[in-house]
């Protein structure tokens, strides 16, 4: 089932089994063929490979390296514990990965300007960045309550020319400045191109997304080997769309040696509305244009979610995502905010690495993995951005 994995998923309606799909409305029906279309068209085109390969190296500063986290993995006393290190991408996550791509996209299709939520500011900032690069404009719908959190962020985006549109309705988080930016680029399809943050949203974004953060797992498989020898034995990385996560994963999911975990933010505890952890509590349903696994409330809405990582605070998860964990090819981890704190801290004293709060969900899950293991074992991380964004928060919250 897992041979040809790539080629074969989604199919051409945008399914992975039953997850996926494109729930729009009629007037996005033409714009959202055109973008299927060129899409085709560049994903094999060798001046857009030669174009993403160039700004990938010269620019963005790929290959990111691989590190062998020795004090951590020490501190622990079980499993060797590697980092990839998409901290170090210009912009400090790996949201560029795609951005930057479908930047290119949007020039394709002869846009003029790019629309985006943002959740934690990562997205906007690398969008804001990719479209100052190319020359497009740029509009960043943002919540309120994120607006305040990630202020560092909101400033960058708006010094690299990007309009700041904050969402003011319900908990004026994530799920809100996705429903808005949504709502403006229906507004201006013709002009403008909607730039997901995460492999989410209506076919062909969760492949697109998917195909333009692969270069993770690509360049992960050959630096491992070179490091161990072997493959990991596990990758963890942390969940809200599952970007990252499918990124690192899709160079392995044939590989079925390699355990491949998903880490969702258990928050403050498992009650509805004090977590974020979609895959382990949520259920089939459809919400921003995909069908996939979501926190439902009693009304079947989208629930309210919550993390004190506002990039992985989503009430649903990417449909490839969805489908993964049902064939039992992915698995589950748990992290709790104050796991994720106690990462964070663990990670910068030991290894003079500051995690994003995000990745450090994934750090947190790997040490409790890793002393589990026996030594001879060892874990991947996606170590998806750094944690310059939330060094005030985190010591305002959480004092050393
Ligand atoms: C946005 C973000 C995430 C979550 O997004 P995914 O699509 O699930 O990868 C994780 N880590 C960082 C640093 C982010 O900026």
Same mark, same amino acid.
């Given at each position: 089932m897992l041979k040809n994995y790539l080629d074969n998923l989604p199919n051409k309606d945008g399914y992975y089994g039953k /997850? *996926?799909?494109?729930?729009?409305?009629?007037?996005?029906?033409? $714009? /959202?063929?055109?973008?299927?279309k060129a =899409?085709?068209?560049?994903?094999?085109?060798?001046?857009?490979i030669e174009e993403l390969k160039y700004v990938r190296k010269h620019y963005q500063g790929r290959p990111t390296p691989i590190s062998y986290a020795k004090n951590l993995s020490q501190y622990c006393g079980g499993a060797k514990i590697y980092l990839k290190r998409e901290d170090l991408n210009h912009t400090g996550a790996h949201k560029l990965n795609h951005c930057m791509a479908e930047v290119i996209l949007a020039k394709h299709?002869?846009?003029?300007?790019?629309i985006a939520e943002t959740g934690a500011g990562q997205h906007g900032v690398a969008l804001a960045t990719a479209a100052a690069y190319f020359?497009?404009? !740029?509009?960043?719908? #943002?919540?309120?309550v994120d607006v305040k959190k990630e202020y560092p962020n909101v400033v960058r985006m708006q010094i690299l020319g990007a309009k700041i549109i904050t969402v003011t309705h319900g908990l004026k988080t994530l799920k809100e400045a996705v429903d808005s930016a949504f709502e403006s680029y229906i507004g201006q399809a013709n002009t403008s191109l909607y730039c997901i943050g995460s492999v989410v949203g209506p076919h062909p974004f969760p492949m697109m997304v998917r195909d333009f953060q692969s270069i993770i797992g690509i360049e992960s498989k050959e630096q491992f080997l070179e490091f161990d020898g072997k493959l990991p034995d596990n990758i963890v990385a942390c969940v809200g769309g599952g970007s990252n996560a499918m990124g690192i994963f899709s160079a392995f999911i044939e590989n079925k040696e390699v355990n491949l =975990? !998903?880490?969702?933010? +258990?928050?403050?505890g498992s009650k509805l509305g004090e977590h974020a952890a979609t895959l382990t509590y949520g259920q089939e349903g459809v #919400?921003?244009? /995909?069908?996939?696994? #979501?926190?439902?409330?009693?009304?079947?809405? $989208? %629930? $309210?979610?919550? &993390?004190? %990582?506002? *990039?992985i605070d989503y009430p649903s998860v990417g449909p490839e995502q969805a489908y993964l =964990? &049902?064939?039992?090819?992915?698995?589950?981890? +748990? !992290?709790?905010?104050?796991? %994720?704190i106690d %990462? /964070?801290?663990? +990670? &910068?004293k030991l290894e003079g690495i500051i995690p994003a709060l995000e990745s450090a969900h994934a750090v947190a899950y790997a040490m409790k993995l890793a002393k589990s293991l026996n030594k001879d074992k060892t874990i991947l991380i996606n170590l998806s951005g750094r944690g310059d964004k939330d060094i005030d928060f985190v010591v305002e919250n959480y004092p050393m």
């Open positions: /997850f *996926g799909g494109s729930f729009i409305p009629p007037v996005l029906e033409e $714009p /959202f063929k055109d973008i299927i =899409y085709e068209e560049l994903k094999n085109s060798k001046d857009f299709l002869g846009k003029t300007k790019v020359g497009l404009e !740029c509009e960043i719908h #943002m919540g309120e =975990y !998903c880490v969702e933010p +258990l928050g403050k #919400m921003h244009g /995909f069908n996939s696994i #979501m926190l439902k409330d009693k009304k079947g809405e $989208p %629930a $309210p979610v919550y &993390s004190n %990582a506002s *990039g =964990y &049902s064939i039992n090819r992915t698995k589950i981890g +748990l !992290c709790d905010d104050d796991e %994720a %990462a /964070f801290y663990k +990670l &910068s």
